[in-house]
C-alpha cells in the first residue's frame, strides 16, 4: 500500500488563502498613499518671540513625554523644581505653569499632535490646561 495522499479540495483550499491574505493585508492596502501629513503644532507669540524651548524642536517633539515624566519625579521625589538646558537658561518644572505659558492652546498645540498620533497621555488628568495662579 502506498502513502501517496491527494489533496482533492485544492481549489478551495486555494481559494480560501487568498480570501485570508486579501482580509489581513486589507487595511494595509485600503489606505495606501491617502495618510494624512503630520500636523504643525500652532505657537502662540510669546513662543515665536522666545525662539527657544526648553530642549530643541526635533527633541521636545521625540522626547517631550520622557522630559515631563522627569520632570515629575524630579518635583516629586527630590523637591527639585528648577531644570537648566543647555545653554544655561532656568525653566521651572511645571506642565501647567512653564510649558503652558508659551504653549497656552491646548487644542492647537497638544491635541493636534496627540489626536493625529492617537495617544491619550494622562497630563489632562490632573493639570489643569489654563492654570490661574503660578507655583
Same mark, same amino acid.
Given at each position: 500500500?502506498?502513502? @501517496?495522499? $491527494?489533496?482533492?479540495?485544492?481549489?478551495?483550499?486555494?481559494?480560501?488563502?487568498?480570501?485570508?491574505?486579501?482580509?489581513?493585508?486589507?487595511?494595509?492596502?485600503? @489606505?495606501?498613499?491617502?495618510?494624512?501629513?503630520?500636523?504643525?503644532?500652532?505657537?502662540?507669540? #510669546?513662543? $515665536?518671540?522666545? $525662539?527657544?524651548? +526648553?530642549?530643541?524642536?526635533?527633541?521636545? #517633539?521625540?522626547?517631550?513625554?520622557?522630559?515631563? @515624566?522627569?520632570?515629575?519625579?524630579? +518635583?516629586?521625589?527630590?523637591?527639585?523644581?528648577?531644570?537648566?538646558?543647555?545653554?544655561? &537658561?532656568?525653566?521651572?518644572? /511645571?506642565? /501647567?505653569?512653564?510649558?503652558?505659558?508659551?504653549?497656552?492652546? &491646548?487644542?492647537?498645540?497638544?491635541?493636534?499632535?496627540?489626536?493625529?498620533?492617537? +495617544? #491619550?497621555?494622562?497630563?489632562?488628568?490632573?493639570?489643569?490646561?489654563?492654570? #490661574?495662579? &503660578?507655583?
Amino acid at each position: 500500500m502506498s502513502n @501517496n495522499k $491527494k489533496i482533492y479540495d485544492k481549489g478551495i483550499v486555494f481559494t480560501g488563502l487568498v480570501i485570508f491574505l486579501a482580509l489581513i493585508t486589507f487595511p494595509f492596502w485600503y @489606505n495606501r498613499g491617502i495618510a494624512a501629513p503630520a500636523p504643525e503644532p500652532e505657537l502662540t507669540e #510669546k513662543a $515665536k518671540a522666545a $525662539k527657544e524651548c +526648553v530642549l530643541p524642536a526635533d527633541e521636545m #517633539k521625540t522626547g517631550h513625554m520622557q522630559l515631563l @515624566n522627569d520632570w515629575r519625579n524630579d +518635583v516629586v521625589r527630590n523637591a527639585d523644581r528648577m531644570y537648566v538646558n543647555e545653554h544655561g &537658561k532656568e525653566f521651572n518644572m /511645571s506642565l /501647567s505653569n512653564e510649558c503652558l505659558d508659551c504653549h497656552s492652546s &491646548k487644542e492647537d498645540f497638544c491635541d493636534r499632535c496627540h489626536n493625529y498620533a492617537s +495617544v #491619550k497621555p494622562y497630563c489632562w488628568d490632573c493639570h489643569i490646561d489654563n492654570p #490661574k495662579e &503660578k507655583m
